[in-house]
């Protein structure tokens, strides 16, 4: 049973900074992609960030929307059992303002993955963030 369970988040000011943290439990221990999308109240889905881990090789790589390149970054560890992978968003501003949701796949992933929520089998119970002006 994979489980993802998101933390971090809040109110914040414009130009400010949240973190919101996803620990991702039953992944089995080859590659995965872990990441965020958001959705705002009356719009659709958008990917924000993905981080792929290469089992192969232990590496990973990260992919980032043109909103968020330059202002967000995304990281991970990992334990034996455990992902956990981090969003730092920094220079928030109001267009940021959604519930985030921690997702999951089984496999490698790719920059356009950030187009298509539907890849993702796995989600959080979505955290929110809110930017005043």
């Known amino acids: 049973l994979v489980t993802l369970s998101e933390t971090g988040g809040g109110s914040v000011q414009a130009g400010g900074s949240l973190r919101l943290k996803c620990v991702v439990s039953g992944l089995p221990d080859e590659s995965n992609c872990i990441g965020w999308f958001r959705q705002a109240p009356g719009k659709e889905r958008e990917g924000v960030a993905l981080s792929e881990l290469i089992r192969s090789t232990s590496g990973t790589d990260e992919y980032y929307a043109n909103s968020a390149k330059g202002r967000f970054t995304i990281s991970r560890s990992q334990t034996n059992i455990l992902n956990e992978v981090n969003l730092q968003m920094n220079t928030l501003n109001p267009e940021d303002s959604a519930v985030y949701y921690c997702?999951?796949?089984?496999?490698?992933?790719?920059?356009?993955?950030?187009?298509?929520?539907?890849?993702?089998?796995?989600w959080g119970q979505g955290a929110q963030v809110t930017v005043s002006s």
């Open positions: 997702v999951a796949v089984k496999n490698l992933c790719y920059w356009r993955f950030l187009d298509n929520w539907r890849e993702f089998p796995f």
